[in-house]
């Protein structure tokens, strides 16, 4: 089983790779020797700020598997997530991610995801010009301006459905 795990982990970074390769920004896909298993872990690794770091969160709606890539610093808001989808939140569970999206936990990117995966971008990632994402394994990223990461995310909407962000923090 754990060769089994190894080989998909290896084949989830390998479609990313060949996606990136395929726009010219391959070398954009970074396998790092440790990332870490959380989003300040992961900004420390990389040298960025933690809410540089776009996480990106599955959730099914209707059965159906979707993908909110946000902040580091964001979290769901159940009453924004409702009014938006008309369904209270629902995670995929663990076990299920890989097979409904096509990377497994801690990897999950809005790119090279399996057909019929609808990719929301929140607006909590406007803020930056630079932005962090998952490569398809636990240890790697993918750099990329906030244009790009619209281009290749091809996501089918800009959403709200976040809370705990700020544009500037200093106005809290």
Same mark, same amino acid.
């Given at each position: 089983? /754990? ?5 998909? /982990?290896?084949? %989830? ?6 996606? *990136? ?23 420390? %690794?990389?040298? $960025? ?8 969160? %599955?959730? *099914?709606?209707?059965?159906? #598997?979707?993908? =909110? ?5 964001a ?6 997530y409702k009014a ?8 995929? #569970?663990g076990?299920?991610v890989?097979?409904? =999206? ?6 999950? $990117? ?9 990719? &929301?971008?929140?607006?909590?990632? /406007? ?9 398809? %394994? ?8 906030l ?7 091809? #996501?089918t909407?800009? =959403?709200?459905? $976040?809370?705990?962000? &700020? ?6």
């Amino acid at each position: 089983m /754990k060769k089994t795990q190894e080989k998909v /982990k290896k084949m %989830s970074f390998e479609r990313v790779k060949e996606y *990136f390769d395929g726009m010219g920004l391959g070398q954009r896909v970074v396998e790092r020797e440790h990332i870490g298993d959380t989003v300040e872990n992961a900004a420390i %690794s990389i040298g $960025c700020k933690p809410e540089q770091i776009a996480k990106t969160m %599955s959730f *099914f709606v209707n059965d159906k #598997p979707i993908l =909110i890539a946000m902040a580091g610093d964001a979290k769901i808001d159940n009453k924004k997530y409702k009014a938006t989808f008309h369904k209270k939140a629902a995670m995929i #569970p663990g076990d299920k991610v890989e097979s409904s =999206i096509g990377h497994i936990p801690g990897a999950v $990117c809005p790119f090279a995801v399996n057909e019929g995966v609808d990719v &929301f971008l929140d607006i909590s990632l /406007k803020r930056f010009d630079t932005i962090y994402t998952a490569g398809g %394994s636990l240890n790697s990223t993918v750099t990329l301006s906030l244009n790009e990461l619209e281009t290749f995310a091809k #996501p089918t909407d800009w =959403i709200d459905v $976040c809370k705990g962000w &700020f544009v500037n923090k200093d106005e809290q």
